[in-house]
């Protein structure tokens, strides 16, 4: 059973414009949910967090935002830049604190 | 720099025999935790510590892996009978204790491959 679920595999944007980046989780058990981003060969860096009682959270050019009644959350990056081209994850976290990820999205940003 | 590191960055070895990966965490962190990353997937959980004690361990942790952390400082997973379904990366991250949502911060892993 799935409890992260990151349906688009990927995605591609233009320089300069919106990435939305989308998840849904079914455990009512979370208490946080983590973006992290990948590039290859490296480990997973985390982004930004937003704690179920919140529903926006923004720093710089990432806000995440959080619709517990559709269990469902949202990353998004504006302006898209080259650089952010990369492999993103959502995850979910409760009082055990073990991260649930998704499958990941790969996002590409055309110059 | 005073990131998350692991050794070795790639193992290879046969099937059958027995490998052992090394995390030193964020030397503030005291919660250390260890996940597995196959192609296409999410990390996964398999075990976490909080100083020294192992605080829970995923049901994915066969008996042929363990775990330790003998002082609280850097962890050591070990895979016995290595078999071909072991080949993944295994990311190790760390965080210091506190309330729920604290980051973790992760290593860049160790691919093992196995023959």
């Known amino acids: 059973d799935q409890q992260v679920k990151q349906n688009s595999p990927s995605l591609s944007v233009q320089e300069g414009r919106i990435s939305i980046l989308n998840c849904d989780y079914t455990n009512s058990m979370f208490d946080y949910f983590l973006w992290y981003k990948k590039y290859p060969a490296e480990g997973p860096t985390f982004l930004i967090s937003?704690?179920?009682?919140?529903d926006k959270n923004e720093d710089g050019r990432f806000t995440v935002f959080l619709n517990k009644s559709a269990k469902h959350l949202s990353l998004h990056i504006v302006p898209s830049q080259p650089g952010d081209s990369a492999v993103y994850f959502c995850a979910g976290t409760g009082a055990n604190s073990k991260l649930t990820f998704g499958k990941g999205i790969t996002l590409s940003v055309r110059p | 720099d005073t990131g998350v590191s692991q050794d070795p960055r790639h193992k290879i070895t046969k099937r059958g025999q027995n490998v052992t990966f090394r995390c030193d965490p964020i030397s503030e962190h005291n919660r250390l935790y260890w996940y597995r990353q196959t192609l296409g997937q999410g990390p996964e959980f398999l075990t976490y510590?909080?100083?020294?004690?192992?605080?829970?361990k995923s049901r994915l942790l066969s008996d042929r892996f363990s775990a330790e952390r003998p002082k609280g400082s850097f962890s050591t997973l070990e895979i016995q009978r290595t078999e071909q379904g072991d080949s993944a990366m295994y990311l190790c991250?760390?965080?210091?204790?506190?309330?729920?949502?604290?980051?973790?911060?992760f290593g860049d892993g160790t691919r093992l491959s196995i023959l």
């Open positions: 937003i704690s179920s009682i919140k």
């Open positions: 991250a760390s965080s210091t204790y506190g309330e729920t949502g604290q980051p973790q911060h």
């Open positions: 510590f909080q100083n020294e004690a192992q605080l829970e």
